[in-house]
């Protein structure tokens, strides 16, 4: 059943034709993850079928009711970002709309709320329309991907990971459909040149031929008659090449390969320790006495609940406190959502260069897999999005001359094109890489060890995010299996109280361990 149909979309952003679409369809429980970089359109497209604006052309047609949620803002409440998400979340889904549209519902949420928002959605049974750029969260989610790129949506069958797979297979086709119109391209140069050849000698007199005998009537106007024919042959080849459609070759990400400084006396030595450290702010401790250290060139991921104290104990780091040792050969830069390392007065070539030992064209090259291209690199940091300030940053530090780089969430603000652009270059720096992040899919893909903050204690993990979570989910179903062993012991005890003494009070307890023991049931 289709519940909103738009047709022949158009909205203008001044003069900028900022979306093209001619139709678009969403069905029951159809669950669309709506994708593009910063500027695309995606908000306006959002509040466009939300009916929240109306497009400058075309049509919206709406069948059942529909409920926004917009983008939550940080406010001055005492609540956290998770309880006001949770209240919007709660109040939509209490109204049971049709449609419920999303607008980055994960933004400003840890990991246990953004897996709580899943749960959540995942249960609800209208269709839902999400703009995130939470990878993780759309492939929880979504059974189709919209993409917005220059004004058009295209659609994509699965989640994300399944139009990531078709994004790569469109790029093996882009590639290979280049090669076959470079040898075609050759081939048809090839054949033009031995025409032309041809047509040359075709006008000189045969070797083995006297001169007398090339005199002969009918010598010449058989040359000129041959040269004639190879010239039309060489002009269809001409045309042919003339009409063969031009492919544009496909954007390789060259290899980076930093020149960083202590690179021999750094790698796999503990470069950081720390030592019976306890955080706290005033009177409130955020964890108890931990004690830890660093190699060079590990990736460490900070991960916890808001307001455990992953910040604090990287500022501890950074500065140096108390129990905390560093290597001499340990450089470090540090990245915080301020962006106090920009000057908006300068480009981004200038920002990048003025702190970088680097060659203009590596500079170049790790600006391009960030998509700054060409003349791009010549603006003002003043005029860019937050997304693209946080990119300059990025970009700044990893091209410092520093060997660790400590990141206070740095997929903040970013699209999911410049995420995974950034996840790639940290994939392939060799330094030592300690990050905080809610964003799962960039801990899972990038991060060689865990670092977790919970209940106000340190765990270090060996191993990767994948490794981890299946270590906590084992954990949990161990003990849930102790409870539900604990349970039934009690139940067994009750049943023959009640067999011997039957009571209410002892029937009461009866029920409630029997509900118990279905809420973990159902649980597992």
Known sequence: MILLEALNIKQFVKERLLLDVDQLQIHSNDRIGLIGHNGSGKTTLLNILAGKVSPENGIVNRHVESELLPQIKRTVSTKSGGEVTQEYINQALVKAPGMLFADEPTTNLDTEH??????????????????????????????????????????????????????????RQKKLAYEKYEIKKKQLEEALKLKEKKAEKATKAPKKVSKSEARITGAKPYFAKKQKKLQKAGKAIETRLEKLEKVEKVKEAPPLKMNLPHADTFKDRIILRVQDVTGAISERVLWNTTSFYVRGGEKLAIIGPNGSGKTTLVKKIIYQDEGITISPSMKIGYFSQNLNIVDVEKSIIENVRSTSKQDETFIRT??????????DVYKLVGILSGGERVKVALAKLMLSDINTLILDEPTNFLDIEAATALESLLNEYEGTLIFVSHDRRLIENVATRILAIRNKEVELFEGTYHQYKNSENEKQRNTEEDKLLVLQTKISEVLSRL??????????????????????????
């Not at 928002?117 to 989610?141: C, N, P, T, Y």
């Not at 029937?507 to 509900?515: G, N, P, R, V």
């Open 114 to 171: 953004i897996e709580w928002l899943e749960k959540k959605l995942s249960g609800w049974k209208g269709a839902l329309v999400i703009v995130s750029h939470d990878r993780a969260f759309l492939d929880a989610i979504c059974t189709t991907i919209w993409e917005i790129h220059d004004g058009k949506v295209k659609e994509y069958k699965g989640n994300f990971r399944n139009y990531n797979k078709q994004k790569e297979m469109e790029h």
């Open 366 to 375: 790790v600006l391009a897999r960030l998509h700054f291209f060409r003349e």
């Open 499 to 524: 067999s011997i003494e039957p009571s209410e009070e002892l029937e009461k307890e009866f029920q409630l361990l029997l509900a118990e023991k279905r809420k973990l049931d159902t649980m597992e």
